[in-house]
């Protein structure tokens, strides 16, 4: 009996990345590569364009909307969409942010072939899959409360979703632009953002987001600038 290949969609702004997952992912000739983007915006389109089995997706892409933002974009579109995260990030405050945005599951970039074609596999299936080199840390921390004794739990889906941003690096303007909200309501949010983390300025913002590693590398802008 032949067995059913899984169609997905690989968005990762690396040639170099995408190139080797889909050697990786086909070697077995279970699963098809149909489509491949190098930013989210791109992803959204093709997802819906081809309606792929599961999507791959990093998080951090330049330019455009991030993985968290293409997350919350696909599922609009289809809540039932399977969605695997894929990314150089360990840390539990990511990995439980997109399994709250909708993320299927979440597999670090160094996994092995069979740990991506499981995780693929799984995902397709409709089951939760966690990088088994992550999972047990994620659940022992779990069991003990400590996520939730975390600093940027206290914070809505959307309130993170623009920490990160600021903290990235955008403007009001841009984010606004980016998530299709008013620049009035990002600064709303923002203000939420500060009080409830209890920030004065943007300096603590940055320094808060590099101490929970949510920034991959410094900041690309100098911590005096503008929210604005």
Do not use: W
């Amino acid at each position: 009996m032949t067995k059913e290949v899984t169609t997905v969609l690989l968005v990762d702004d690396h040639p170099v990345v995408r190139a080797g997952f889909c050697r990786m992912l086909e070697s077995t000739n279970l699963v098809r590569v149909i489509a491949e983007a190098d930013n989210g915006e791109a992803g959204c389109q093709l997802y819906m364009a081809h309606k792929p089995d599961v999507v791959i997706l990093d998080l951090n892409m330049p330019g455009g909307i991030d993985g968290f933002e293409t997350i919350h974009r696909i599922n609009m579109r289809n809540p039932d969409a399977r969605i695997l995260v894929f990314s150089m990030h360990t840390n539990e405050t990511l990995i439980q942010r997109v399994l709250e945005l909708g993320a299927t599951g979440y597999i670090a970039k160094n996994c092995t072939a069979e740990s991506m074609l499981m995780a693929v596999h799984s995902v397709k299936s409709g089951k939760t899959f966690i990088d088994p080199q992550l999972a047990s840390d994620l659940i022992a921390n779990l069991t003990r409360g400590r996520i939730l004794e975390k600093p940027l739990d206290i914070l809505t889906r959307r309130e993170f979703q623009i920490f990160k941003l600021i903290a990235e690096g955008r403007s009001s303007k841009e984010i606004a632009a980016l998530i299709s909200i008013s620049p009035k309501t990002v600064r709303v949010h923002l203000a939420n953002i500060m009080s409830k983390l209890k920030l004065q300025n943007k300096t603590q913002l940055v320094l808060l987001a590099i101490n929970c590693n949510i920034l991959q590398d410094e900041p690309p802008f100098p911590p005096t600038a503008s929210f604005y």
